[in-house]
């Protein structure tokens, strides 16, 4: 590129293009995060000191789930930290004003003067039509030439004549092996495209989306880009709380992970350039987080991966207790499967130091949602067999400070983040020990795990039927509550485990009357179901509108 080249993009640029000299964080945010570490280590150090030492069984289990919650919340700020620069370069600029080649309507995609072709893969196992039908609507008015293809898992008639209607490629196979990864597999021996888009049934793109990721590919070490999971459906307090979970990830953590070449794939709205996935043999196909194995497998052969932190997709969370504990299944087993397979600090992995140490993270995340289980039983101890975590001389408020240093200070880092923070995270945060200890043992004894979908059009079951470990533990601690209650009454003094453990039970509380909120929902459902099969005129097309674009969503 000339002189007069560069002096005359530079006049076009706009303002975010000089983004990527900006810090992304107010010196205010980065005052937080040093003092949430300094909480951090405070409580750590006064966890490991003997002096402070309890009885050793209850010592041990506190040391145990908190040492996992530290860690994980210093390597959190650590990669939030880092991730000073937007990912988008001077070349990225250039290459993106100069994307299309030849005049309209015959221009194409062009990077570095060379024609290129891109497909856009929408996979679809069993979801509503409807839902498939706007995804589908969405993709096809991406900006920019490429190719729609409808990947039928589901072997549906209905899917076929759907993309018979809407104009796009329709495909479907003999047989599910490899679930999604063996989907688009199947798919990539059929479209020829140099980069490939992936996007679930129920995350409908913007049109710009062609055009804000391919000018990352003029770099050719770059095998994926990855944009946010957006929400648009947070109308329930699952949803929420499942939604909420996810946006500091999104929003800091993957940001950070660039820093350190080991953003991930998250299996949708993102691009893949053909040449590094056929390399590797394509998208893993040994694990239902194929999303991750197949981020591990590219980097480990050097290639590199880019997350974008700009909305260009809007989908569905899980909205129902059934749906969150099947997704969170599913991908704790897969991250629990990558450390017990495929340890990031082996000799036999080709990463580099930052990479295993990021991916470690990834491999561990889950066990910060087994902690809070390990962490119930801790007040119990007290109450019953007089055993107490930390010594007796340690007086409430001394022990308060130094807890409040640690939590109260994420609430806060939270507050500063992302404006709010959502108490529905918090239950959720609580009360799915359950599931990640199952999805441990599926990755532990090689428990094939289902794959499941985020939209339905079957009856809602009865959320009780997944969440009896929390029923149980309710219970437990329920009756716990009413002894120490007793005891406090008894002694005239309130203790360190009475106020734990009715905190906990409230937690627990308030998680059931969500679910039997929402079993009323499916009682309600399941009768207007059998009415309207009674009598079909009688029956009412819902009218609930799904958003597709985050204005819509924030609406």
């Not at 908190?66 to 620069?85: D, F, I, N, P, Q």
């Not at 709205?269 to 999303?291: C, L």
């Not at 599926?442 to 079951?461: I, M, Y």
């Amino acid at each position: 590129m000339d002189t007069d080249d560069i002096a005359r993009v530079t006049r076009q640029s706009p303002a975010d293009r000089r983004l990527s000299t900006r810090l992304a964080y107010s010196p205010l945010l980065i005052v937080i995060t040093a003092m949430a570490t300094a909480g951090v280590l405070i409580y750590a150090r006064f966890l490991l000191d003997p002096a402070y030492r309890g009885d050793l069984l209850p010592w041990l289990l506190v040391l145990v789930a908190e040492g996992v919650l530290v860690a994980h919340a210093l390597l959190a700020m650590w990669t939030m930290l880092s991730a000073t620069k937007d990912p988008r370069s001077f070349q990225y600029w250039t290459t993106k004003e100069r994307l299309y080649d030849g005049p309209e309507p015959d221009r194409a995609l062009s990077l570095d003067g060379a024609v290129v072709g891109v497909e856009v893969f929408i996979t679809v196992y069993g979801e509503p039509v409807e839902v498939v039908r706007r995804t589908v609507q969405a993709a096809l008015a991406i900006r920019g030439p490429h190719r729609t293809w409808l990947l039928d898992d589901g072997s549906s008639d209905d899917m076929r004549t759907l993309a018979n209607e809407l104009g796009c490629y329709y495909l479907r196979r003999v047989g599910s092996a490899g679930a999604k990864a063996g989907n688009i597999n199947h798919a990539l021996t059929q479209a020829k495209g140099d980069f490939f888009c992936v996007f679930d049934a129920d995350f409908v793109p913007r049109p710009e989306f062609i055009e804000e990721v391919l000018p990352f590919f003029t770099d050719e070490s770059v095998a994926f880009v990855q944009t946010p999971q957006t929400y648009g459906n947070l109308h329930t307090m699952i949803a929420r709380g499942a939604g909420y979970m996810q946006t500091v990830f999104y929003r800091f953590i993957q940001p950070g992970r660039n820093h350190f070449n080991a953003a991930f794939c998250v299996g949708t709205n993102v691009m893949f350039r053909r040449a590094a996935v056929h390399e590797i043999g394509g998208i893993y196909t040994d694990s239902k987080s194929e999303d991750v194995w197949t981020s591990l497998k590219l980097h480990e052969r050097g290639w590199r991966s880019i997350f974008l932190s700009r909305t260009l997709a809007v989908g569905d969370a899980p909205d129902s207790i059934e749906a969150y504990s099947k997704q969170q299944l599913r991908w704790a087993t897969g991250g629990f499967e990558i450390l017990l397979r495929s340890n990031p600090f082996s000799r036999r992995r080709h990463l580099t130091m930052d990479q295993r140490i990021m991916y470690a993270t990834t491999a561990t995340h889950y066990l910060t949602g087994i902690a809070p289980g390990l962490l119930l039983l801790v007040p119990p101890m007290e109450i019953y067999l007089d055993l107490h975590p930390v010594d007796l001389s340690v007086g409430v408020w001394q022990w308060f400070a130094v807890y409040a240093g640690f939590y109260l200070m994420q609430i806060l880092l939270a507050f500063a983040t992302l404006g709010s923070f959502r108490w529905e995270v918090l239950m959720l945060a609580a009360v799915s020990f359950p599931i990640y200890l199952r999805a441990f043992f599926n990755a532990l004894f090689l428990r094939e795990q289902k794959w499941h979908v985020t939209g339905t059009t079957k009856a809602a079951a009865s959320p009780f039927n997944f969440i009896i470990p929390q029923v149980l533990a309710f219970t437990f601690l329920l009756v716990t509550s009413v002894v120490a209650v007793w005891q406090v009454q008894r002694q005239g003094v309130v203790t360190l485990g009475a106020a734990w453990n009715i905190t906990n039970t409230l937690i627990l509380a308030a998680f059931l009357v969500v679910a039997w909120g929402e079993a009323r929902s499916a009682r309600r459902s399941r009768k207007s179901l059998r009415r309207a099969e009674t009598h079909p005129l009688d029956a009412v097309p819902s009218s609930r509108h799904h958003p597709s674009t985050p204005e819509e969503a924030a609406a």
